[in-house]
């Protein structure tokens, strides 16, 4: 098979130059090219494929990415090799990729993404992508970097460590900030690749759930709305833009369901764009036909604005009502109206969601004895590892039922003082019940393993072991 180099355009000595890239062994290192034996840093750059064929070299654009760089070299080497055959087969079309970047800002892929957003993203999205991105640009402009050209692994393990450092973000929160940022330079043509070992473990935490404790005084100091609103979150694990667009034709009071169905009027798609029916409780439907009872009859939504649109404000409302019942953990602290503030005198306390009642009501379930399946179904997940979160750690009775008869305890519970009282042992037998045992009388029962003569007893000089547990004798031959 002839030889086919892959060389990357980057810019070295003040110039833009096609350089091979450099390899470990026998695998690419592509965030790295040679130039005079020395490995350089390659920033961004298309990659191009070199070879020769009748005499004369050959260079093709070939991609962006390894990963297409990978493929056009397993296609071209099939090519050359069929035309030394003889047999006649054309090039594949030159690649025209997102390069050159060159000269590309990253504030100009921050405009271009704020002007032209991805359709499929929804507006919640597109807010916190632009967002990410802006935060991305402002750290990036403070380190001296401008361009993508100027983009590699190193920068965006650099932004990590500066949200969880500086910013004092949780790990799993500054990891996926760092993954939104690398896919969107990534799509605006910078080529960063990213090692296995560069995103840390994140730890996986168990979904929080209210307690009756919690819930009781909440609910105490509702309204009717607010009653009906919070009980439908937590007796039907819906999200919140599920109930903040669930219509009168969702609920069906006759037998018992509730339906998430898309909105094309409302621009409301169910997240995982499919359509679901559950089945709520009789307490439900009543509170909910009681609701729809006092509603306008205009109205669509069941629980609108009063002007009759998606009420955008159900979390700012659950936090003011648990500040008022005097239910926020005091801990919490945060900017409120633009000035520092506690959750002791600001409704910013971080223990009221409207996600925690979904987590409330799917741990119930299963705590119930619902399959996991059915579980998944409820709560519109598309991939059932989402719906094992909530099995994680699952308190269950029969691990209770054991720790609390005090078998573990009686294996592991040391006490000060006379070692030989230290562990309770197991209770004294009669010498009657010894012999029947096994035991002679006056002697302690042989230990597994050894024999009269002791631990070190051989047969040929090798040691006598039981495997089964049992005390073996064994004779030498005559």
Same mark, same amino acid.
């Given at each position: 098979m002839?030889?086919i180099?892959v060389l990357r355009?980057v810019?070295?000595?003040e ?8 390899k ?5 290192d592509w965030? #790295?090219?040679m130039l005079r034996g ?9 990659? #191009? ?8 070299k050959?260079?093709?654009?070939v ?6 760089v990978q493929?056009?070299m ?9 035309r030394d055959?003889?047999?006649e087969?054309e090039?594949a079309?030159e690649?025209h ?11 100009e ?7 032209h ?11 916190k ?7 991305f640009e402002a750290?990036?402009?403070r380190q001296?970097?401008? /361009?993508?050209c100027q983009l590699?692994?190193?920068t965006i393990?650099?932004? !990590?460590?500066?949200l969880?450092?500086?910013e004092d973000?949780a *790990? ?9 940022? !690398?896919? !969107? ?8 690749v990213?090692?296995k070992?560069?995103?840390p473990?994140?730890?996986?935490m168990?979904?929080e759930? #209210?307690?009756?404790?919690q ?9 009717r709305?607010?009653f009906?609103? %919070?009980?439908?979150?937590l *007796?039907?694990?819906f999200?919140?833009q599920?109930?903040? %667009?669930?219509?009168?034709?969702d609920?069906?009071?006759a037998?018992g369901?509730m339906?998430?169905?898309k909105?094309?009027?409302?621009s409301?798609?169910p997240?995982?764009y &499919?359509e &679901?029916t559950v089945?709520i409780?009789?307490e439900l ?5 009681? /609701?729809?009872?006092?509603?306008e009859e205009?109205q669509?939504l069941?629980?609108p604005?009063?002007g009759g649109? &998606? ?8 936090k ?10 005091g801990k919490?602290?945060s900017?409120?109206e ?5 959750? &002791?005198t600001a409704?910013i306390?971080r223990?009221?969601?409207l ?5 409330? %009501?799917?741990?119930t379930?299963?705590?119930?004895g619902?399959?996991?399946?059915t579980?998944?179904h *409820?709560?519109g997940h598309?991939k $059932?590892?989402?719906t $094992?979160? %909530?099995?994680q ?6 691990r209770?039922?054991k720790?609390?008869?005090?078998t573990?305890?009686r294996?592991?519970?040391f ?5 030989a009282r ?5 209770p004294?037998?009669d010498?009657a019940?010894?012999?029947a ?12 393993g ?9 047969w040929?000089?090798?040691?006598l072991?039981a ?8 004779r030498p031959?005559?």
């Amino acid at each position: 098979m002839k030889a086919i180099r892959v060389l990357r355009k980057v810019k070295a000595d003040e110039q833009w130059q096609l350089l091979p890239v450099a390899k470990t062994g026998e695998r690419f290192d592509w965030n #790295y090219v040679m130039l005079r034996g020395e490995r350089l840093p390659a920033g961004a750059g298309a990659f #191009y494929l070199e070879y020769r064929e009748g005499g004369r070299k050959v260079r093709r654009l070939v991609g962006a990415t390894p990963r297409e760089v990978q493929a056009a070299m397993t296609s071209q080497a099939q090519v050359l090799e069929l035309r030394d055959r003889g047999v006649e087969v054309e090039d594949a079309p030159e690649i025209h990729t997102r390069r050159p970047v060159e000269g590309k800002s990253i504030a100009e892929v921050v405009r271009s993404f704020e002007a032209h957003p991805p359709a499929k993203l929804r507006p919640k999205s597109i807010a916190k992508y632009n967002f990410d991105l802006e935060q991305f640009e402002a750290w990036a402009r403070r380190q001296g970097i401008t /361009h993508l050209c100027q983009l590699n692994r190193e920068t965006i393990c650099s932004f !990590l460590s500066y949200l969880v450092r500086e910013e004092d973000l949780a *790990m799993k929160s500054a990891v996926n900030k760092s993954v939104i940022v !690398l896919k !969107l330079v990534r799509d605006a043509g910078a080529t960063i690749v990213m090692k296995k070992g560069d995103w840390p473990r994140v730890t996986s935490m168990r979904p929080e759930i #209210y307690t009756p404790q919690q819930l009781a005084p909440l609910f105490a100091g509702t309204n009717r709305t607010e009653f009906a609103l %919070y009980q439908t979150f937590l *007796m039907t694990g819906f999200r919140d833009q599920e109930i903040g %667009y669930a219509a009168r034709s969702d609920f069906n009071a006759a037998d018992g369901l509730m339906s998430v169905t898309k909105k094309p009027g409302c621009s409301f798609d169910p997240k995982t764009y &499919r359509e &679901r029916t559950v089945e709520i409780p009789p307490e439900l439907v009543t509170i909910l036909k009681d /609701h729809v009872a006092r509603m306008e009859e205009d109205q669509e939504l069941l629980f609108p604005t009063s002007g009759g649109k &998606r009420d955008k404000h159900m979390l700012r409302k659950l936090k003011r009502l648990a500040l008022r019942q005097g239910l926020n953990c005091g801990k919490c602290e945060s900017m409120h109206e633009g000035k520092p503030a506690s959750c &002791r005198t600001a409704p910013i306390c971080r223990r009221w969601t409207l996600h925690k009642f979904r987590h409330t %009501y799917a741990t119930t379930l299963l705590r119930d004895g619902w399959d996991v399946v059915t579980v998944q179904h *409820m709560l519109g997940h598309s991939k $059932l590892e989402s719906t $094992l979160v %909530y099995v994680q750690g699952l308190p269950s009775e029969e691990r209770r039922r054991k720790m609390a008869s005090g078998t573990l305890l009686r294996k592991l519970l040391f006490r000060r003082g006379n070692p030989a009282r230290a562990i309770p042992g197991p209770p004294a037998r009669d010498q009657a019940s010894a012999r029947a045992a096994g035991s002679p009388r006056g002697r302690r029962p042989l230990r597994p393993g050894t024999d009269r003569r002791g631990p070190a007893a051989s047969w040929r000089g090798r040691p006598l072991r039981a495997r089964y547990g049992t005390a073996l004798r064994v004779r030498p031959r005559s």
